[in-house]
């Protein structure tokens, strides 16, 4: 028999009769021992302080967006991150102004050595044309995890995702990790608003998901500018899709909302502040919906 592992000690003490007993314990301690040495701590874990991690490399995702690659602090370590939260970024101007600004991570949350943020660049952002003139090796600064919503599987019979533009990214890691749980029976429904077909984000691994979960999932493109192969809707995302595609108001749905403030505004109103709601309006509110069931991201 083999005593238990002391949480508050990190030797382990076999207690064993016999040379063949001593030896397996032995055995089986220095294993204990190396697992318990071995375990790598998250790289983020909701402690006050900024980590500087290196960018490892750089992919066009639309005319100005990129998808960053940034690697983290060991090959085997995880972000650390629960399912729809971000990061805070920051970089110090040359004035010694510190620019900070939130993105969500478009990788598996368990994806370890590194995580993808995709990014479109902003003519009026700060933090986003900054991003975006980083090279392979240049360090930017990370701080998180900020938690958004407490996801809890199977909570919703099903749920409505409405964005626009770069506002995909945290509808895109909830749609993924919800379909990808086989525990996770919650039905999903994006409707994904843009100008043009060239300015559809993430759109390949979107039709991936749908097209692996198509009892799941479904998803609706709307273009301000569709061509001619576009399948989907043409204009924005209106009051009367709304009421036509989506579940009724109830206690078994709910509504996540991302977007640029036109669609915010239109769809369900902005937030009043980055940790503050606001009070529900737009088509939502028209539609009989309650605040408690819209999160606007």
């Known amino acids: 028999m083999l005593s238990r592992i002391s949480r508050g000690n990190s030797k382990y003490i076999p207690i064993a009769f016999g040379a063949a007993a001593v030896a397996c314990s032995a055995f089986y301690a220095t294993r204990a021992g190396s697992t318990i040495r071995n375990e790598t701590k998250p790289a983020f874990t909701g402690e006050d302080k ?10 066009d995702e639309s005319h100005d967006t990129k998808k960053f690659t940034f690697e983290l602090q060991s090959p085997d370590q995880e972000l650390g991150l629960t399912l729809c939260s971000a990061l805070l970024t920051k970089y110090v101007t040359e004035k010694g102004n510190n620019v900070i600004r939130p993105y969500t991570p478009t990788s598996e949350l368990d994806k370890k050595g590194e995580f993808n943020l995709v990014i479109k660049r902003y003519p009026e952002g700060k933090m986003s044309k900054h991003i975006h003139s980083l090279k392979p090796s240049d360090t930017l600064s990370f701080k998180g995890p900020i938690k958004k919503f407490q996801w809890q599987p199977n909570a919703f019979d099903s749920i409505t995702l409405i964005g626009g533009g770069s506002g995909i990214t ?8 919800v379909s990808e749980n086989p525990e996770d029976k919650t039905k999903v429904k994006l409707f994904y608003g ?57 206690e078994k749905t709910h509504f996540f909302v991302c977007g640029p403030p036109p ?27 309650r605040e408690e069931q819209v999160f606007k991201f």
Do not use: C
Not at 270 to 284: D, I, R, Y
């Open 263 to 289: 669609l915010m505004e239109s769809i369900s109103g902005n937030k009043k502040s980055p940790a503050e709601q606001g009070e529900l309006k737009g088509a939502l509110k028209d539609l009989g919906y």
């Open 170 to 177: 945290p509808l895109y890691q909830l749609l993924r990790s």
């Open 50 to 59: 900024w980590i500087d991690l290196k960018l490892a490399k750089v992919e």
């Open 194 to 250: 843009n100008k043009t077909p060239g300015d559809i984000l993430l759109k390949k691994e979107l039709d991936s998901l749908q097209e692996k979960h198509p009892d799941q999932v479904k998803i609706t493109y709307f273009l301000d500018k569709p061509d001619g192969d576009f399948k989907g809707e043409k204009g924005f995302i209106s009051r009367e899709f709304i009421a036509a595609n989506a579940p009724k108001p109830s």
